[in-house]
């Protein structure tokens, strides 16, 4: 089958690797229909390196049809319409049974002190291979998959993968007041998706930021307030022009959907870059234990919460060595929320949003459909945040 592979640094290709197959009474293998490029796949083709291995098979956002099913897989057959969650888990241990699918102590990578495994992304996550393919091996087939309706096109359910579970959870965690405020830091299919989800769960005001004007626009569409970063000469400007439209106080909640790859972080960049270039036998270990991030997001985060506010991080963070402002955390009496999506935790509240009315505008939040023959060309154009690149999904 074709698959498109990690072969370096801004160096994916479009590959003829094998088939896969059972292995497990618990697996399935998907003829995938639809593919996402998530903004966590570009972390893996510029910063997170170390821990790569030429020839990993990328992508974890897939829907498709059921080919085959092990004997342990009693809820699904052949012909069988499905969406994949990024994760894989096996619904009957203790964390998933306490709605924590992330942390299934079933596939728990533990050697790398990881919570659970997940599609296409690095060793520190199994190293499983991923969904940017023709076809998929799902392990723990028996929990995972989501069964959709037959009808409405792809577009309608792809993203109950990755990035509507992932919004929705940073929604959930803002622990936005009815009526209350939140800013979005980042317009991303993350930034952008939690905005719209925020409004439709029942906050007043929505405030976004970023500095695409391509994103600002979009999310200025559907009536949120946003700010260009290139119109501020600080974040203290930025921060201030927030706070006044909050009674001076700032937002009940902030989301940062940006994560580790935040723009205004010059030496925090230059780190990850040079880690990037050494050896994988020196690299891999070095990140480990003194990888740094880009703050530059997180710290505008916790500036501009109101005290006594919650910050909800759905950005992508991998620091061992970060130096976080802890008294004015402390401070500021603030409560903070994070980790990786507990797709199954959310998937049945949000299905009834997947409608022909399209609260959430789904049905056109793709920029761009290609072929997964183009996979090259669109890694580089999302990661350049060229042609109005938000969300590209591809067609095996």
Partial sequence: MKAVTWQGKRDVRVDTVPDPTIQEPTDAVIRITSTGLCGSDLHLYEVLTPFMTPGDILGHEPMGIVEEVGAGVPDLRAGDRVVVPFQIACGNCWMCLSALPTQCETTQV??????????????????????????????????????????????????????????????????????????????????????????????????????????????????????????????????????????????????????????????????????????????????????????????TAIELVRRGGTLSLVGVYGGMADPLPMLTMFDKQLQIRMGQANVRRWSDEILPYLTDEDPLGVDDFATHRLPLSDAPHAYEMFQHKQDGAVKVLMTP
């Fill in 110 to 299: 533990t050697g790398e002190g990881m919570g659970a495994a997940l599609f296409g992304y690095t060793r520190l996550y199994g190293a499983v291979p991923g969904a940017q393919a023709e076809y998929l091996r799902v392990p723990q087939a028996q929990f995972g998959p989501i069964k959709v309706p037959e009808g409405p096109p792809d577009d309608r359910f792809v993203y109950l993968s990755d990035v509507l579970p992932t919004a929705w959870q940073a929604v959930a965690y803002a622990d936005i007041p009815q009526g209350g405020t939140v800013a979005v830091l980042g317009l991303g299919p993350i930034g952008d998706m939690a905005c719209r989800i925020a409004q439709v769960r029942g906050a007043g005001r929505v405030f976004g930021v970023d500095l695409v004007g391509d994103r600002l626009r979009r999310a200025r569409a559907r009536g949120v307030e946003t700010y260009d970063l290139r119109s501020f000469d600080s974040e203290k400007e930025l921060v201030a022009a927030i706070r006044d439209e909050t009674d001076g106080r700032g937002p009940d909640a902030v989301i940062d959907a940006v994560g580790t790859e935040a723009h205004g972080s010059a030496a925090a960049r230059m780190i990850q870059n040079a880690s990037a270039l050494l050896p994988r036998k020196l690299s891999g270990p070095l990140a480990e234990r003194f990888s740094v991030d880009r703050l530059a997001a997180l710290h």
